[in-house]
């Protein structure tokens, strides 16, 4: 399975940004999806999660800004992002999990995901 991430770019705090993530592979449907993120000098940290029953877990300190939401074919994950703030600039990574933990409140660590995309820049101007 391959993912492949685009969108990515350059805002204003305040502004939006929509990133894609194209999965491919014959055995994508299996897995479930997500986005994680590493900042400017911190560790990769998990963003938006859909799980295996379609549950949408997001980290804290983007609920209420970023949505995260995937086609029924499940072969392309967004993550749209609004009201962006400049600690949001990071690189931003599409993740595929499989088999499917049963998260409930918030994201696996990074290595519970065992697919990765290249990721995409995403910088946010004040």
């Known amino acids: 399975v391959l993912l492949v991430e685009s969108g990515g770019g350059s805002a204003q705090a305040g502004g939006s940004l929509r990133l894609s993530c194209s999965a491919s592979?014959?055995?994508?449907?299996?897995?479930?999806l997500g986005w994680f993120r590493q900042r400017p000098g911190k560790e990769r940290e998990g963003v938006a999660h859909?799980?295996?029953?379609?549950?949408?877990i997001y980290l804290d300190s983007v609920k209420g800004r970023f949505t995260v939401s995937e086609n029924n074919a499940k072969t392309t994950l967004i993550l749209q992002m609004d009201s962006l703030k400049p600690e949001d600039t990071a690189m931003y990574y599409c993740?595929?999990?499989?088999?499917?933990?049963?998260?409930?409140?918030?994201?696996?660590?990074?290595?519970?995901?065992?697919?990765w995309g290249r990721g995409t820049q995403v910088t946010v101007s004040s």
């Open positions: 859909i799980t295996s029953t379609g549950k949408k």
């Open positions: 592979g014959s055995t994508y449907g299996e897995y479930c």
């Open positions: 993740v595929g999990q499989w088999p499917c933990l049963p998260y409930t409140e918030s994201m696996g660590q990074r290595d519970e995901y065992n697919l």
